[in-house]
């Protein structure tokens, strides 16, 4: 039976949202200074409340989740209803829309009061770095939706002359999160020192290294000063879990297979790859439907023509330039001689289907009627586990989830020296080259590289490129690529048209054109043709859709806070 600190989850109770009422309140019913900090366990149970709301995964049977569907918002994915996100048709919210304070208050909380508990200084100091952890991770993820937030050191009432404080720069408030981060870093266990299913130091280490990297590039490409500081903090955190030996890449030497393991396989406790995972478990009641909605298709998610093509092939180039690509002519030849990560990432010969049948070609609108459906034909099979005992459990499934694992640690160590100018062949080599490596790819040798014809990113050196499509393969449907974009300042690249399979009639004699899909000229599906006439829009004017809009309430309560441009 697995184990989980979910065990002694207390619920939070009104977590999200700020108002003068919320800011009010203390963290929860049970919570507070009269019958609160009196021993180690109390401030376990504390930190706990916090795991299963920030640690996340694939989502209940009814909620996608930021991993299965955190790709939706970006050129990966193309759901059957355009996400708005991605088609540039998000309007400004009157409330909520991700500024919610919530999180942070329940940090501050705690940090200003755990000390009172009359135990060991050490002891108490791991609990308060992995409220610190969270309180970065949630700041983190107010940067990159805001831009410039509020920096809170404390819990406020609703007399604190702070709630009506300008934003302050994103700048000093990510300064504020590497020294927070560090000193959790310092405070918590080792792995060997830890219990195990918390976060520790290596967990930590991991944050900061995601972090610092997209701090730095956005800073670099975004034109905002102190970028060079970021990606060095990302090396040295990156290094450091590489260094340390704590971790390797999943590989028993099958790479038509290993890859997918990290994923599709139910126990993560014993896999050397993975830094923190979710751990789904039914006895805990903490459950997830991912196998039984990619078998039946219920999420109507499917992968974009523009990810298949960023694979290279087996021999190490891109499909631009390699002999052994056999062309478009139907998904099955597509994707012969790949990158083995590619059919073990989207179907291409399997494709995820009830245990108790099989589907031997994708199912696109009109081909299977009362049935879920691919929008592109390019089903997700990251994630799906052929086993009939899961797929019985349906929304009580127990498929783990990575949260942070060693192959993105490598993915920004490479990353972080590239932008620094520092990214050499022994840099490659003990990091592109392990995964390439684990995948049965060629490795990346710096002399050999040659700018893909069809590259997204033309004017970008050869390495930062290639570099850049080694992540997004390694990657995929992890629910990273938009932050990339994002950070890269490229998000021009989500106004490209959204194509799907080719189309072959002889293989659907049922589905109609014009009725049940359409295609373009060459004869791909365009999932969006009806749905987004005018296609996907990215409004950059004055870096407007690089950041979200503030709700019209908070701007109104607070006089101080600007809206970001161009909303």
């Known amino acids: 039976m697995k184990k989980s600190i979910f065990l002694s989850v207390i619920v939070i109770l009104t977590l999200y949202g700020c108002n003068d009422n919320f800011m009010n309140r203390y963290p929860t019913d049970s919570f507070n200074d009269v019958n609160f900090w009196h021993n180690e366990g109390e401030l376990s149970s504390y930190c706990n409340t916090l795991y299963p709301l920030l640690i996340v995964g694939h989502g209940t049977r009814f909620d996608v989740g930021p991993m299965l569907g955190g790709d939706n918002q970006s050129d990966n994915m193309a759901p059957v209803t355009p996400d708005v996100v991605a088609a540039g048709q998000q309007i400004v919210p009157a409330s909520g829309g991700g500024w919610t304070w919530g999180i942070i208050r329940t940090c501050n909380y705690f940090l200003t009061r755990y000390n009172q508990t009359p135990i060991s200084q050490d002891v108490k100091d791991i609990y308060a770095g992995e409220i610190s952890f969270f309180k970065c991770m949630e700041y983190f993820r107010l940067v990159k939706r805001f831009g410039d937030v509020p920096w809170y050191n404390k819990d406020l009432s609703t007399i604190s002359p702070e709630l009506y404080a300008p934003r302050d720069s994103r700048i000093s408030v990510m300064d504020s999160v590497l020294a927070t981060i560090n000193w959790a870093i310092d405070k918590l266990p080792a792995k060997s020192a830890a219990v195990k299913g918390r976060i520790n130091r290596d967990a930590a280490l991991a944050l900061k290294a995601r972090m610092c990297l997209h701090e730095g590039t956005f800073r670099k490409y975004h034109g905002i000063q102190g970028y060079e500081k970021f990606l060095r ?218 700018k893909d014809s069809q590259s997204d990113f033309p004017n970008l050196p050869v390495l930062i490129d290639e570099i850049r499509r080694e992540r997004r393969v390694e990657l995929a449907i992890e629910g990273y690529r938009y932050d990339d974009l994002m950070r890269w300042k490229a998000g021009k690249l989500l106004e490209k048209e959204v194509l799907g399979m080719k189309f072959v009639q002889s293989m659907y004699p049922k589905v109609v054109i014009g009725k049940d899909i359409t295609v373009n000229a060459d004869g791909f599906i365009t999932p969006y043709a009806k749905s987004l006439p005018n296609g996907r829009k990215f409004d950059d004017t004055n870096d407007k859709m690089y950041y979200f809009p503030l709700p019209t309430e908070e701007l109104v309560l607070n006089k101080n806070l600007v809206q970001n441009p161009g909303w």
Not at 421 to 440: F, P, T, V, Y
């Open 233 to 450: 903090e990302a090396v040295d955190a990156s290094n450091r879990l590489i260094t340390e030996g704590n971790y390797a890449l999943y590989n028993t030497g099958n790479p038509a297979s290993d890859y997918s393991k990290v994923f599709c396989t139910l126990d993560l406790s014993n896999n050397r790859e993975v830094i923190l995972f979710r751990d789904y478990n039914d006895a805990l009641s903490v459950t997830t439907g991912t196998v039984r909605r990619l078998s039946d298709f219920t999420d109507n998610l499917s992968a974009t023509k523009a990810l298949v093509d960023s694979y290279l092939c087996n021999d190490g180039k891109p499909i631009s330039q390699s002999s052994l690509f056999q062309g478009n002519n139907d998904i099955f030849t597509e994707m012969t001689n790949r990158d083995p990560r590619l059919t073990q990432t989207i179907g291409g010969k399997v494709f995820p289907s009830p245990p108790t049948g099989t589907i031997t070609k994708p199912s696109i609108p009109g081909a299977m009627v009362g049935e879920g459906i691919a929008p592109t034909g390019y089903h997700i099979l990251k994630y799906w586990v052929n086993d009939a005992a899961e797929y019985a459990r349906s929304q009580l499934g127990i498929l783990d989830a990575p949260v942070f694992r060693y192959g993105e640690i490598l993915l920004i160590y490479a990353e972080a020296k590239a932008e620094l100018g520092e990214c050499d062949q022994a840099a490659l080599d003990l990091s592109i080259n392990k995964l390439r490596s684990r995948a049965g790819m060629p490795n990346m040798v710096i002399t050999n590289l040659v």
